[in-house]
């Protein structure tokens, strides 16, 4: 009996264990239907956002620094991508560059838990949240852009990461040494880091590594007077007496170009010292155009050498373009040296010459002959003596005529015109005497042309002439041209005798223009010596400077 009613009691129990699993099964359900439409409702209303954002900024100080409270050091990763670098001024010795500068940190306060992994946020929140008090140790001026909105970019991860990025224009100074000017090389730094906090609270690193953490596009560099040839960077400790403070550095490697000063400088000179060097090639009597050449061309030089320098600042050390044209400038103005000096020794020249004439005995212009010597000349010839005065009478009476015997008679002889001329005392101007300004040999020679007038003038009283000159007297031309033609043998001797005699010419028989129009040995010298000086200084000059490694390599 008792058996029976249990079994019916275990069979009651069934149909409500089946409905309260059923109405659990239900209720499971419906709470993960409400849960996921919570998440989808999350997802559509921005008010979620907001809540989320106002929680973040829920009691957070943004005076003070993340880790503050633990005593723990902020590290700050930091990157830039340079999006215009230059120009470079050379004067000011800086150079200007666009850059997005970049900064990434985690501030624990602001993580959050929510459907989304990034907060993309605007530059409004920046001014509610602690951010790095970063300064440009060696910049002169920076810019942040403000057209047409603050060019910042803030984000904010679930980790509490926060991404914070600048466009900035930055001017920095850039020191140069300009000794190897124009073949100079320059490594412009750029230097940042805390400008309050010490190497103990907040420190600097790079984001992605000291290669990859500065990017320069090579569309980014176009530079006018440079090229730049890549950048490093590194990282150092500074000690003042506020403390430590860690600082970052970029250097901007530079090359200068030298197509520029090339063209405007370099060719110039050159061209101005060979201009020079033609003077050597004129002849030195050209005072005038020696001259112009040398004045111009230091002219000129001193005009480049005064616009090289306007495109550099004022240093007190020579560079290597100021080198060359001293050194250019040196020869331009020993080519004018080198002409005074020429002017000088052929002045010289000619003044000793001068006073050698002087001080020489002043030899007689005319030499008088008398009558009686060219009779000692016609008897030291016996053979030919009686012919001789034969064939002169036998000339004259065939040739008689009554011309008179004139004052001045010329006979044309070998060696010119010759003149005789009646002495001032003599009897009844019957003796002659022979006048003529030349060498010894000449007036040899004169002395035989002369002795047809000392037949016709000898008395005819006379032991040995009236037998031969008798008769009228003869024309003179014929006299001594037929004289002439019989004593021409030994007028061709004593004519041969004369010029050996005038060849040997003594320091007083010298011309007065000695030397002129000859090239002067400074002169010869000058045109070998100075180009083959310029071209081996121009040798030395560009394999010094184009082999020498002229950029400073820093950073690491």
């Known amino acids: 009996m008792f058996s029976y009613k249990q079994k019916d009691t275990v069979t009651a129990m069934r149909p409500a264990f089946i409905r309260a699993m059923f109405y659990f099964f239900c209720l499971a359900t419906c709470a993960k239907k409400i849960s996921g439409q919570t998440r989808k409702d999350e997802r559509i209303y921005p008010e979620n956002f907001t809540f989320i954002l106002d929680r973040l900024l829920d009691g957070y100080d943004n005076r003070l620094r993340p880790g503050f409270a633990a005593g723990s050091v902020t590290e700050v990763k930091t990157d830039i991508y340079v999006t215009s670098f230059g120009p470079v001024s050379d004067v000011d010795m800086e150079y200007t560059m666009d850059v997005f500068f970049r900064q990434t940190w985690v501030d624990q306060r602001l993580m959050y838990e929510g459907p989304i992994e990034i907060l993309r946020l605007n530059n409004l929140m920046v001014t509610k949240v602690w951010t790095p008090d970063t300064f440009f140790r060696n910049g002169k001026r920076s810019v942040a852009h403000n057209m047409t909105a603050p060019n910042k970019l803030?984000?904010?991860?679930?980790?509490?990461?926060?991404?914070?990025?600048?466009?900035?224009?930055?001017?920095?100074?850039?020191p140069m040494k300009l000794v190897d000017f124009p073949m100079d090389g320059h490594s412009c730094p750029l230097k940042f880091g805390s400008y309050a906090y010490p190497i103990t609270e907040m420190i600097y690193t790079w984001t992605k590594g000291p290669k990859h953490s500065v990017e320069v596009p090579l569309e980014s560099s176009s530079l006018v007077q440079y090229d730049l040839i890549g950048q490093t960077v590194s990282s150092e400790t500074i000690k003042s007496i506020t403390g430590e403070y860690v600082v970052m550095t970029v250097f901007f490697h530079l090359k200068r170009k030298m197509g520029y000063f090339m063209i405007q400088t370099y060719i110039p000179c050159i061209m101005t010292v060979i201009l020079s060097q033609v003077s050597f090639w004129i002849n030195k009597e050209s005072v005038p155009a020696r001259t112009v050449f040398g004045i111009t061309t230091v002219l000129t030089m001193t005009t480049l050498s005064i616009s090289a320098r306007h495109s550099l600042p004022k240093v007190s050390y020579a560079t290597a373009m100021d080198w060359f044209?001293?050194?250019?400038?040196?020869?331009?103005?020993?080519?004018?040296?080198?002409?005074?000096a020429v002017n000088y020794f052929t002045n010289a020249q000619i003044e000793r010459t001068k006073k050698k004439q002087a001080k020489c005995p002043q030899a007689s212009k005319t030499t008088p002959l008398m009558v009686k010597d060219t009779e000692e000349v016609l008897q030291q010839n016996p053979d030919t003596n009686g012919n001789l005065r034969k064939r002169m009478n036998y000339i004259c009476q065939e040739s008689s005529s009554k011309l008179k015997v004139q004052s001045n008679t010329n006979i044309s002889g070998p060696g010119g015109a010759r003149t005789l001329q009646p002495l001032a005392s003599g009897d009844n101007n019957r003796s002659y005497t022979l006048f003529y300004s030349s060498p010894k040999s000449e007036s040899l020679l004169s002395l035989a042309s002369s002795s047809a007038q000392l037949v016709k003038s000898t008395p005819q009283g006379a032991a040995s002439t009236t037998e031969i000159m008798a008769g009228t007297p003869c024309k003179q031309n014929a006299c001594s041209s037929s004289l002439q033609h019989l004593l021409a043998p030994k007028l061709e001797r004593i004519q041969v005798k004369g010029n050996k005699l005038e060849h040997k010419q003594t320091p007083c028989s010298q011309p007065t223009t000695a030397g002129m129009g000859e090239t002067s040995k400074i002169d010869k010298y000058a045109r070998i010596l100075f180009p083959v000086s310029f071209g081996a200084f121009n040798m030395v000059y560009w394999v010094v400077y184009l082999s020498k490694d002229t950029t400073v390599a820093k950073g690491g």
Do not use: D, H
């Open 325 to 340: 044209i001293a050194v250019c400038f040196a020869f331009v103005f020993s080519a004018l040296i080198e002409f005074a």
């Open 154 to 174: 803030f984000r904010i991860m679930k980790n509490g990461t926060i991404l914070y990025t600048m466009r900035l224009t930055i001017s920095a100074e850039c």
